[in-house]
């Protein structure tokens, strides 16, 4: 502010060399405006100029970093993950393939489980009738004994 006073003083003192006449006080406010606006874009590009510079920082940064991790990352090591993954995939595979066997087969034993246990039922119930049948015999043969 100071400053600001300290430069009207000098302006309203200052004289035209063409015409030896002082300036008038619109061409000084005319001044004053057109320094503040220059000031105030100065001010604007400085932290546009800032804030670019702290984004660059961070991404120079960021490139360091994934270059030192690709550093020790070699192409011979990717190929061998790579392989090693392979592998895994077709243990994964076979292993599926023996599950699917597996189910199969379970499928199977049960389907014959059902069917024994069916037939195991239909004969103990054919047994049973047929021990009836034996026990009415039995019951009639002593009937026959006892008239003879």
């Known amino acids: 502010q100071a400053f ?14 063409q015409t030896g006449k002082t300036l008038k006080f619109k061409r000084i406010l005319a001044f004053e405006s057109t320094e503040a606006a220059k000031d105030k874009e100065v001010e604007d590009v400085r932290l546009t100029n800032i804030h670019y510079m702290n984004k660059l920082s961070k991404l120079v940064k960021e490139v360091q970093a994934k270059e030192e991790l690709a550093e020790g990352f070699n192409m011979i090591d990717f190929e061998q993950l790579k392989i090693e993954n392979q592998q895994l995939n077709e243990k994964i595979e076979e292993r599926n393939d023996e599950l699917h066997k597996l189910i199969k087969k379970t499928r199977s034993t049960v389907e014959v489980l059902t069917h024994v246990k069916e037939k195991l039922t239909f004969v103990q119930e054919e047994v049973s009738s047929l021990k009836k049948k034996l ?5 009639k ?7 003879i």
């Open 4 to 17: 600001k006073t300290f430069k009207r003083e000098i302006a309203v003192e200052s004289v035209v060399q």
């Open 135 to 139: 026990e009415a015999l039995d019951g």
């Open 141 to 147: 043969e002593g009937k026959v004994t006892l008239l």
